[in-house]
Every structure is written in structure tokens, then in C-alpha cells.
């Protein structure tokens, strides 16, 4: 089956500084990629979309210039958190669609979170 | 606008006791349904998917669900449950749309505890 992996899975910062997380389709393109934000006890929020060798479409709240993401190649999209504070920790879950034939098929395969801890 | 209701947001049943966890869409347009399971600290895991044919949908882990459009449903239900089914159960709901962004709409996730 379609696997998408995270790196790293746990990270823990200092306030100030940026992290990047990345995510991967292992066994298949990606066209578009997906990245979550999932607070505790809650529900996937959508942070944004990105797209193979386009600018990310970010959804309404979310701070482009905080959130960075670059979708470089058909299988690597990656989000930066810049100057993380700790309001940012938060468990992020990336996302793929997979595309077989030049058709979009309706199945997004979830990576396994990055649990970020910005002390 | 897609919108995903779980009404419970928590579910304890005795173990090898039957489950439905409930999840209600609203949508414009015609719909493709998930449900998703998540293990503590993991991603999510598709269980099953509704996209078109026949509303009774089988899934993995015995899992099953039931599309009803007239009332705009989509239940997630398992004859007898097993501890290791003891998670978090997202609903969720795409648009699914040829081309764009087919945004996938999640519910707020019902906690499923299995008791021993």
C-alpha cells in the first residue's frame, strides 16, 4: 500500500529557533501533499496544501511567513516552523493523495505526526 | 460548504459487545466518506471509504459502515469489539471533485474505550 513517512517523529526546541519537518511519499508520486495540525483532544486542522513545484495554499488563520512549506519533488513536501514559540507544540500529521494514471484518486495516506515541544 | 458531526465524543462498551459510532455530513455536493483510526501518538489509518456503489461498506478490523443519504449518515458499527480496538474515530468528508484541492473535512473524533 501508498506509505508516507515523517521525520523526524518527536522534536523539542527552544523557543526562538525553526524546525522543519519532513514528509515523504515512500512508494508513490505525490502531486499534492497535505499538513495537519492536531491539538489535544481535538480534531485535523487543515494548515494547508501543497502543491509539486507551486506555492502552498494556506487555509484562512494560518500564518504563512510562521509556516513554511516547500514541496520540492513528487515525493517531499516539508513544513518549517520559523521561530517556534510554545504555542506552536502541537502533534502535525502530513498527508498525500495519490495519483495513478494522471487520476486523482480521493484517499489521503497520513504520515505517522511529528509530536513538536517548544519549550 | 462539507461539514462532518460526531455527536459522541466518547464511546465505552464492554469488550465482544457490538459499537456504532455515529458521524452525520452536510455537503452541497455529492460526497466520498471516510472513517479514520488513531492510535495514541500515530497518524491516522483509513478503516474504510464510501465513494459510490453499495451503502454497506466493509472495512478493515471487522469494521463496517452504513452510507445513508436520506439521512445524510454515515455510521461506523462493529458486531463485538476487541480491546485493541480501544482508539480515536475520525469521520471525515470530501467533496471529491475531479482536479483542485478535494478538501478533506474531519469530525472532532469519537474516543472509542473498550473495558475489559
Known amino acids: 500500500g501508498a506509505v508516507v513517512s515523517q521525520h523526524p517523529s518527536r522534536v523539542i526546541c527552544k523557543s526562538g529557533t525553526s524546525v522543519k519537518i519532513e514528509c515523504r511519499s515512500l512508494?508513490?508520486?505525490?502531486?499534492?501533499m497535505f499538513w495537519y495540525r492536531q491539538f489535544p483532544k481535538k480534531s485535523l486542522m487543515l494548515m494547508a496544501t501543497s502543491n509539486e513545484g507551486s506555492k502552498a495554499t494556506y487555509e484562512q488563520g494560518v500564518e504563512k511567513d510562521k509556516f513554511l512549506i516547500n514541496h520540492a519533488s513528487l515525493t517531499l513536501s516539508t513544513l518549517t516552523v520559523t521561530s517556534a514559540h510554545p504555542e506552536d507544540s502541537s502533534f502535525y500529521i502530513c498527508?498525500?493523495?495519490?495519483?495513478?494514471?494522471?487520476?486523482?484518486?480521493?484517499?489521503?495516506?497520513f504520515g505517522p505526526g511529528t509530536r513538536l515541544t517548544v519549550l | 460548504a462539507q461539514s462532518v458531526t460526531q455527536l459522541d465524543s466518547q464511546v465505552p462498551v464492554f469488550e465482544e459487545a457490538p459499537v456504532e459510532l455515529r458521524c452525520n455530513y452536510s455537503?452541497?455536493?455529492?460526497?466520498?466518506l471516510f472513517w479514520y483510526v488513531q492510535y495514541p501518538n500515530q497518524g491516522l489509518q483509513l478503516l474504510l471509504k464510501?465513494?459510490?456503489?453499495?451503502?454497506l461498506v466493509k472495512g478493515i478490523n471487522g469494521f463496517e459502515a452504513e452510507f445513508n443519504k436520506s439521512q445524510t449518515s454515515f455510521h461506523l458499527r462493529k458486531p463485538s469489539v476487541h480491546i485493541s480496538d480501544t482508539a480515536e474515530y475520525f469521520c471525515?468528508?470530501?467533496?471529491?471533485?475531479?482536479?483542485?484541492?478535494?478538501?478533506?473535512?474531519f469530525g472532532t473524533g469519537t474516543k472509542l474505550q473498550v473495558i475489559p
Open positions: 498527508s498525500a493523495r495519490i495519483v495513478i494514471g494522471g487520476l486523482s484518486h480521493n484517499e489521503q495516506f
Open positions: 464510501y465513494l459510490s456503489g453499495s451503502t
Open positions: 512508494d508513490f508520486q505525490a502531486t499534492t
Open positions: 471525515a468528508v470530501s467533496d471529491g471533485y475531479s482536479g483542485g484541492y478535494q478538501k478533506v473535512t
Open positions: 455537503s452541497s455536493v455529492s460526497v466520498y
